[in-house]
């Protein structure tokens, strides 16, 4: 059976906020012992997700009060994202399972999306706060978009892959990825334009990355680490929002796909990303690739809405 593990790199050094990170990793489990291993009857799952949600406002208060007695510097904007994930993200999830009945893809997206955004936010968020998120960006030009998006993003991703990661250059499609998965997340944006965000990443090395995060062994991509790459790549382009002014909602997610390697080539043909960067690690290379897309001039470039995998 799988079981999504609680990590010491996640420790924070506040044992209350330790503490409570644990428990929430434990309800998550139970979660998915419960219901999505176990098929159990629904009633457990509704009291488990209800004892999450309570949990988690109960934490996230804790935290903000923690972060002002000490007086943070990034208290504000640590809150924005507690907020956005109590008043946005959790309501939706909640929407979705009652309108499913609690359907097993739903549980799987809610253990999916309420493990990778603990995930990518203890990791870089909640370590920030006792200066434990190892290093920051180095110095770079805001108005260089591309030093922003290598640099912002280059510490989260290190933390993420727990691996020393390493921005080689540029990616193109002559650049060989062994078993690559293509990855095609849009969202819409508040300037009239939308962001496309495509990660390409080799199989092996991406259920590694998961299998990291969850502290569980995957051998195959299913729904929890799909909805989970989802977590991890909005905390992402929120990290690099805030480092051009930006507010961390200004980006919403709007459809994702995994495309087959003919896909990913034509929109390569079509018109190449703006910003195609490749990074390496002890594993394996791995790349991104970020566009802004006018939304006057978007024509297909939006993918659909999710699809099963």
Same mark, same amino acid.
């Given at each position: 059976?799988?079981?999504?593990?609680?990590?010491?790199?996640?420790?924070?050094?506040?044992?209350?906020?330790?503490?409570?990170?644990?428990?929430?990793?434990?309800?998550?489990?139970?979660?998915?012992?419960?219901?999505?291993?176990?098929?159990?009857?629904?009633?457990?799952?509704?009291?488990?997700?209800?004892?999450?949600?309570?949990?988690?406002?109960?934490?996230?208060?804790?935290?903000?009060?923690?972060?002002?007695?000490?007086?943070?510097?990034?208290?504000?904007?640590?809150?924005?994202?507690?907020?956005?994930?109590?008043?946005?993200?959790?309501?939706?999830?909640?929407?979705?399972?009652?309108?499913?009945?609690?359907?097993?893809?739903?549980?799987?997206?809610?253990?999916?999306?309420?493990? =990778?955004? &603990?995930? +990518?936010?203890?990791?870089?968020?909640?370590?920030? *706060?006792?200066?434990? /998120?190892?290093?920051?960006? #180095?110095?770079?030009?805001?108005?260089?978009?591309?030093?922003?998006?290598?640099?912002?993003?280059?510490?989260?991703?290190?933390?993420?892959?727990?691996?020393?990661?390493?921005?080689?250059?540029?990616?193109?499609?002559?650049?060989?990825?062994?078993?690559?998965?293509?990855?095609?997340?849009?969202?819409?944006?508040?300037?009239?334009?939308?962001?496309?965000?495509?990660?390409?990443?080799?199989?092996?090395?991406?259920?590694?990355?998961? =299998?990291? &995060?969850? +502290?569980?062994?995957?051998?195959?991509?299913?729904? *929890?680490?799909?909805? /989970?790459?989802?977590?991890? #790549?909005?905390?992402?382009?929120?990290?690099?929002?805030?480092?051009?002014?930006?507010?961390?909602?200004?980006?919403?997610?709007?459809?994702?796909?995994?495309?087959?390697?003919?896909?990913?080539?034509?929109?390569?043909?079509?018109?190449?990303?703006?910003?195609?960067?490749?990074?390496?690690?002890?594993?394996?290379?791995?790349?991104?690739?970020?566009?802004?897309?006018?939304?006057?001039?978007?024509?297909?470039?939006?993918?659909?809405?999710?699809?099963?995998?």
């Amino acid at each position: 059976m799988q079981q999504i593990q609680w990590q010491d790199r996640f420790r924070i050094g506040v044992e209350s906020v330790d503490e409570a990170h644990r428990r929430l990793f434990s309800i998550v489990q139970k979660i998915m012992d419960l219901y999505v291993e176990k098929h159990e009857d629904k009633f457990a799952c509704v009291e488990g997700i209800k004892y999450f949600k309570a949990y988690a406002l109960k934490h996230f208060a804790e935290e903000e009060a923690y972060m002002r007695s000490i007086g943070y510097p990034g208290y504000r904007s640590h809150k924005r994202l507690h907020d956005k994930m109590r008043q946005d993200t959790l309501p939706s999830l909640e929407r979705a399972l009652y309108a499913s009945d609690f359907s097993t893809q739903a549980v799987q997206r809610f253990i999916g999306v309420c493990t =990778g955004w &603990l995930t +990518g936010h203890i990791l870089v968020e909640d370590r920030a *706060i006792t200066g434990k /998120a190892a290093g920051g960006p #180095a110095p770079f030009d805001p108005r260089d978009e591309l030093a922003v998006i290598r640099e912002v993003l280059l510490h989260p991703l290190q933390e993420m892959f727990g691996d020393n990661v390493q921005f080689i250059g540029r990616f193109s499609t002559k650049d060989t990825i062994a078993d690559a998965q293509y990855y095609e997340l849009a969202y819409s944006g508040q300037q009239g334009y939308k962001l496309r965000f495509i990660l390409v990443i080799g199989e092996p090395l991406l259920l590694r990355a998961a =299998g990291l &995060l969850f +502290g569980i062994d995957f051998y195959a991509r299913n729904e *929890i680490v799909r909805f /989970a790459l989802q977590e991890i #790549a909005q905390n992402l382009i929120q990290r690099a929002a805030a480092s051009f002014g930006e507010s961390p909602s200004a980006y919403q997610l709007e459809g994702d796909r995994f495309l087959d390697r003919t896909g990913f080539q034509q929109l390569f043909q079509e018109q190449a990303p703006q910003h195609s960067l490749l990074f390496n690690t002890s594993h394996d290379c791995f790349a991104l690739c970020v566009d802004k897309i006018p939304v006057a001039h978007e024509g297909q470039e939006t993918p659909p809405e999710a699809s099963p995998l």
